[in-house]
């Protein structure tokens, strides 16, 4: 990976050094981690439409907690807040700005999705 790259990384989507950090600076574990990321992220996405779709908050707090707590591993800060406005949003019982929210999240989500490939091809 170039320092370009990792710039343009920890400014705009995800920190590739506190990422690094986390892993004890284990880049082969973090590209694991990114790799089962990858795999999982699409059905907590699946998880978090249907608690909208079915007005279910306490589906869409857990769902969205989960995807917080899984792209707080990489330093993700706007993916991160992005789910964890939904997570408040199911949190309070209040769904009726989560179809805004979840637009957020999957714009951030799919930067974010590409971010990480772009890293593991980079390592």
Do not use: C
């Not at 170039?2 to 973090?30: H, I, P, R, Y």
């Not at 990321?37 to 589906?59: C, R």
Request: aromatic share 6%; glycine share 8%.
């Amino acid at each position: 990976m170039t320092a370009t790259n990792e710039t343009k990384f920890s400014e705009q989507v995800f920190d590739m050094t506190e990422a690094l950090e986390n892993v004890g600076g284990d880049m082969d574990l973090l590209k694991e981690i990114i790799e089962i990321f990858l795999e999982d992220y699409p059905n907590q996405m699946k998880q978090i439409q249907g608690g909208i779709s079915s007005g279910d908050a306490v589906v869409l707090e857990h769902a969205a907690h989960s995807l917080k707590g899984s792209v707080a591993n990489f330093a993700a800060k706007r993916a991160y807040d992005a789910a964890y406005r939904l997570e408040v949003l199911g949190r309070e019982g209040d769904l009726g700005e989560a179809n805004e929210a979840l637009g957020d999240l999957d714009r951030e989500i799919r930067e974010f999705d590409a971010a990480m490939n772009e890293a593991i091809k980079g390592t």
